[in-house]
């Protein structure tokens, strides 16, 4: 159990630095720390800017290629390592393919990619990130807490100081406790979540818009 504990704090801090080590030493000049670890902290409720925020070095936004490398140099691999996905993005140029997510995993860790075209639609298929899941293996309480406090100590505390979950427009949840109003991020909301041991953040306006364009240039202009 040791050993995997060990693993497991080593990841976290490739993953997260080592401001996820709550019982160390900051010897590091504040200049130099990550600038996520000093973020004020907001009153519950209150939304959170998280359009800088990555997982495991990828954002929102980033394009395939850029994703693919922060990808391989994280976990030290060839790009040509990384799997992607069987299903395909076909924008409504019909001009070119494009794989709709890609993911690597060993046995201590994991992550997956996924993309949405890029708008204004391109003949090349550019697509950019919408989504990024990163999870620890195995899934354990002590692994679970693991993320948890890691989590914390990169993004600062959430919409609630119980509850994991970032987001710029959070919503009552509808139910209060000892400190007042329960706060939650809307699921069409961009967000970023940690469940049990994984780590993920998505923005599905990013989808919806790609679906109004292609909504839009694909209306028929009847000549009849």
Same mark, same amino acid.
């Given at each position: 159990?040791?050993?995997?504990?060990?693993? @497991?704090?080593?990841?976290?801090?490739?993953?997260?630095?080592?401001?996820?080590?709550?019982?160390?030493?900051?010897?590091?000049?504040?200049?130099?720390?990550?600038?996520?670890?000093?973020?004020?902290?907001?009153?519950?409720?209150?939304?959170?800017?998280?359009?800088?925020?990555?997982?495991?070095?990828?954002?929102?936004?980033?394009?395939?290629?850029?994703?693919?490398?922060?990808?391989?140099?994280?976990?030290?691999?060839?790009?040509?390592?990384?799997?992607?996905?069987?299903?395909?993005?076909?924008?409504?140029?019909?001009?070119?393919?494009?794989?709709?997510?890609?993911?690597?995993?060993?046995?201590?860790?994991?992550?997956? @990619?996924?993309?949405?075209?890029?708008?204004?639609?391109?003949?090349?298929?550019?697509?950019?990130?919408?989504?990024?899941?990163?999870?620890?293996?195995?899934?354990?309480?002590?692994?679970?807490?693991?993320?948890?406090?890691?989590?914390?100590?990169?993004?600062?505390?959430?919409?609630?100081?119980?509850?994991?979950?970032?987001?710029?427009?959070?919503?009552?949840?509808?139910?209060?406790?000892?400190?007042?109003?329960?706060?939650?991020?809307?699921?069409?909301?961009?967000?970023?979540?940690?469940?049990?041991?994984?780590?993920?953040?998505?923005?599905?306006?990013?989808?919806?818009?790609?679906?109004?364009?292609?909504?839009?240039?694909?209306?028929?202009?009847?000549?009849?």
């Amino acid at each position: 159990m040791h050993k995997v504990k060990t693993g @497991v704090t080593v990841l976290l801090i490739a993953l997260f630095g080592t401001g996820c080590l709550t019982n160390q030493p900051q010897s590091t000049p504040p200049s130099a720390r990550d600038k996520t670890v000093t973020r004020a902290q907001p009153p519950a409720g209150e939304g959170i800017d998280i359009s800088g925020y990555d997982v495991a070095g990828i954002k929102i936004g980033m394009s395939f290629d850029q994703a693919r490398k922060i990808v391989a140099r994280h976990f030290s691999i060839s790009p040509q390592k990384i799997k992607f996905g069987k299903t395909g993005i076909v924008n409504m140029t019909r001009v070119k393919e494009h794989p709709s997510f890609f993911s690597y995993a060993n046995n201590k860790e994991s992550i997956v @990619v996924h993309f949405t075209p890029a708008v204004p639609f391109t003949d090349n298929m550019d697509v950019i990130v919408h989504s990024v899941g990163y999870s620890v293996s195995p899934n354990t309480k002590e692994n679970q807490a693991e993320v948890a406090k890691a989590a914390l100590a990169k993004y600062g505390r959430g919409v609630n100081s119980f509850t994991p979950e970032w987001c710029p427009r959070p919503i009552k949840y509808g139910l209060k406790n000892e400190f007042g109003d329960i706060y939650t991020c809307w699921h069409n909301d961009i967000a970023l979540r940690v469940q049990s041991s994984s780590v993920t953040m998505s923005d599905p306006g990013l989808i919806a818009l790609a679906n109004d364009y292609a909504n839009k240039i694909a209306k028929a202009q009847p000549k009849f």
